[in-house]
């Protein structure tokens, strides 16, 4: 359950910092489209300005991709994580294939009971 509170506080996050590039995108083209229909020179200190905003939505576009990418890789994991567990509950253990030897409705009792039991509370923490 945390790591899906993790998921959704670094979406979240994603979120923000998208709209935070948009905003700054939008400021950018409108103060490009400013430029582009003024006779200012390059040499001006609101074309400085501009120019840092732009660095600064490049790296926020940076930043956005490295939580986008965290994001991927953490729900990897986890979906890594519950796949070994379900492949695990399909199998039979050994003390089950054992039991299976004298009666086969023993073996799929004990499976059955055992994946009834089973408690994937442990994994949602991580």
Same mark, same amino acid.
């Given at each position: 359950?945390?790591?899906? !509170? ?6 979240? +996050?994603? +979120? !923000? ?20 229909? /003024? ?15 732009? =660095? ?23 979906? $890594? ?5 379900? =492949? /695990? ?16 409705? /023993?073996? !799929? ?7 009834? $039991? ?9």
């Amino acid at each position: 359950m945390a790591t899906l !509170q993790n998921f959704d506080a670094e979406i979240a +996050k994603t +979120k !923000q910092v998208v709209q935070d590039m948009r905003s700054k995108i939008e400021q950018s083209g409108t103060m490009l489209d400013t430029l582009a229909t /003024s006779d200012k020179k390059i040499g001006d200190a609101n074309f400085d300005l501009e120019n840092a905003r732009i =660095e600064d939505v490049l790296k926020q576009q940076k930043v956005m991709e490295g939580n986008i990418a965290d994001l991927i890789i953490g729900l990897e994991d986890a979906t $890594n994580v519950f796949g070994a567990e379900f =492949e /695990s509950m399909k199998n039979y253990t050994g003390w089950e294939k054992f039991i299976g030897i004298f009666s086969s409705q /023993s073996k !799929q009792r004990m499976r059955t009971d055992r994946v009834r $039991n089973m408690s994937l509370a442990g994994n949602l923490q991580e």
